[in-house]
């Protein structure tokens, strides 16, 4: 019998049974599981008729030692909320018995947002607890609170597009953390506010420009996902410390691609640094970023404990009756 899980079960089961925690250590162990014997994963990206928005596919989610694998279907609309739509299908690696469909907009939001927490927080200098957040979206909220399950953030600033939606986010953070909030005019303002910035934005320009991001900061630039996005000018990748979920990808249509980078111009992924392979920040003088673009086993590392977390009483089907 195959599993449904909608929004609701899928955030119940990460802030219940599996945990910020649980679920950061998945995706840990997915960064550091070597991969060399695995097949390549597939992400396909198309245009929807006129405006509507895009199309993407990303297969097959692989984590060695896990017996599934997922397929994620994904559309996306820019005006909608949420701006994600689709499925993730999570299935038996044995026989393709069809285990669980999610909601692809819960699950690749807390996929996503925790592992940049956990790429934030190894790149970020130990001392640094001060955190922006340059627009104040659901990704960002779930960077967020990733972000204080791993380090202690005792300051907060925040800036978007829409006043209205900085100024509700700030209020909720303050609520939620007992901590200082401002809401800053700028992504430049934020920067100057913070140890640590965290840009989610749809923005095809860069928001920072070389000069304006001191040395010693971290930052995670989530928008530059698809081609055309651009958050950070290349002059800030040039003279930062660049880590990335896949260089290849990103090379061709995330942060470094999308401003006529190489992805060569990676320093290095973040599975290598999580395990010891290659270098994050070596100096505290150092500007780090953080660029993913999300992977397909990601789906795969947090879609098996929610499958195991959402419960007996979570609708079922038999999709062959």
Not at 44 to 71: I, Q
Not at 140 to 164: F, Q
Not at 204 to 210: A, D, H, M, V, Y
């Amino acid at each position: 019998m195959t599993v449904l899980a909608n929004r609701s079960r899928v955030r119940e089961a990460i802030l219940g049974p599996v945990g910020l925690t649980g679920a950061v250590d998945a995706l840990r162990a997915g960064f550091v599981a070597p991969r060399d014997d695995l097949p390549a994963a597939v992400r396909a990206r198309t245009n929807l008729p006129g405006d509507a928005g895009t199309a993407t596919a990303l297969l097959p989610g692989v984590v060695p030692g896990v017996p599934a694998y997922t397929v994620k279907t994904n559309a996306k609309f820019p005006q909608a909320q949420p701006a994600l739509r689709g499925v993730v299908c999570l299935h038996a690696l044995d026989d393709g018995e069809l285990l669980m469909i999610g909601d692809s907009a819960e699950l690749t939001a807390w996929r996503t947002g925790l592992a940049a927490a956990l790429g934030t927080h190894t790149l970020a200098r130990a001392d640094a607890s001060r955190v922006a957040i340059v627009g104040a979206g659901v990704q960002a909220w779930i960077t967020l609170a990733g972000l204080t399950a791993l380090r202690h953030v005792d300051a907060l600033a925040v800036c978007d597009l829409v006043p209205l939606r900085a100024e509700r986010f700030a209020a909720r953070a303050a609520r939620r953390y007992g901590m200082p909030v401002t809401v800053v005019p700028d992504a430049v303002a934020a920067v100057r506010a913070a140890d640590i910035t965290v840009l989610a934005t749809w923005s095809t320009r860069p928001l920072l420009e070389r000069g304006q991001v001191p040395g010693g900061h971290h930052l995670t630039s989530l928008g530059a996902d698809e081609p055309g996005k651009v958050e950070l000018s290349a002059g800030v990748l040039r003279r930062s410390v660049v880590v990335v979920d896949d260089a290849q990808l990103v090379g061709r249509t995330g942060a470094l691609g999308n401003v006529g980078m190489l992805p060569g111009d990676a320093h290095a992924d973040l599975g290598q640094v999580l395990a010891g392979v290659r270098t994050g920040r070596t100096s505290p003088d150092q500007t780090t970023v953080y660029a993913p673009i999300g992977l397909p086993w990601q789906d795969l590392a947090l879609s098996w404990p929610v499958y195991h977390a959402v419960g007996a009483d979570a609708p079922r089907f038999d999709l062959l009756a």
